[in-house]
T-cell receptor
Framework: SQKIEQNSEALNIQEGKTATLTCNYT??????LQWYRQDPGRGPVFLLL?????KEKRKERLKVTFDTTLKQSLFHITASQPADSATYLC????????????FGKGTSLLVTP | GAGVSQSPSNKVTEKGKDVELRCDPISGHTALYWYRQSLGQGLEFLIY????????KSGLPSDRFSAERTGGSVSTLTIQRTQQEDSAVYLCASSPAGTSAYNEQFFGPGTRLTVL
């Protein structure tokens, strides 16, 4: 069956450090992978999309890598700030349809001053 | 501009009652999605509307769940004879066009449903 796995343990880091979150998947052949941020009581907010033929994508302090051989994406936040504290969700399109997104359960990030 | 709005923000109901959840997508967005997020779980896809095409209902967990989209805009998710396991946050999202694989999805704040 298709699975998207994100580290269920919360990631605690100190302000200014780089946070790295992992998304592993099985039984998918995704053409695209997306990362979202979710704050408590709110809906997810889109951050980045990376295509299968792209190894890396950057946006300001964010960087995403996509390794289709390892079936893994890494999400990095450099120079982290307390305001970056949130849950980060990885999402893939279903192999059976091109539109429904399947989400991982998310990893909670806490950045302390 | 206005984002995706959902109402009510919270809904408490008794087991066996029917509930209706509303979603107003971003104006001009042709694609609309419903997801469910249970405590400690990831977002679960429920249903997808694209323009005037027949909706993809493949994610609906049972025939107690249904949804419609009127005039290609507002959508209503209906849950009949609610059960306690239906308790969750129901999220609506919209995107400009086409497949979600290519477009970011814009989410509403969700409706928290509690079935007693």
């Amino acid at each position: 069956s298709q699975k998207i796995e994100q580290n269920s343990e919360a990631l605690n880091i100190q302000e200014g450090k780089t946070a790295t979150l992992t998304c592993n998947y099985t039984n998918y052949s995704p053409a695209y992978l997306q990362w979202y941020r979710q704050d408590p009581g709110r809906g997810p907010v889109f951050l980045l999309l990376i295509r299968e033929n792209e190894k890396e994508k950057r946006k300001e302090r964010l960087k995403v890598t996509f390794d289709t051989t390892l079936k893994q994406s890494l999400f990095h936040i450099t120079a982290s700030q307390p305001a970056d504290s949130a849950t980060y969700l990885c999402a893939l399109s279903s192999s059976n349809s091109g539109y429904a997104l399947n989400f991982g359960k998310g990893t909670s990030l806490l950045v302390t001053p | 501009g206005a984002g995706v709005s959902q109402s009510p923000s919270n809904k408490v109901t008794e087991k066996g009652k029917d509930v209706e959840l509303r979603c107003d997508p971003i104006s001009g967005h042709t694609a609309l999605y419903w997801y469910r997020q249970s405590l400690g779980q990831g977002l679960e896809f429920l249903i997808y509307f694209q323009g005037n095409s027949a909706p993809d209902k493949s994610g609906l967990p049972s025939d107690r769940f249904s949804a419609e989209r009127t005039g290609g805009s507002v959508s209503t998710l209906t849950i009949q004879r609610t059960q306690q396991e239906d308790s969750a946050v129901y999220l609506c999202a919209s995107s400009p066009a086409g497949t979600s694989a290519y477009n970011e999805q814009f989410f509403g704040p969700g409706t928290r449903l509690t079935v007693l």
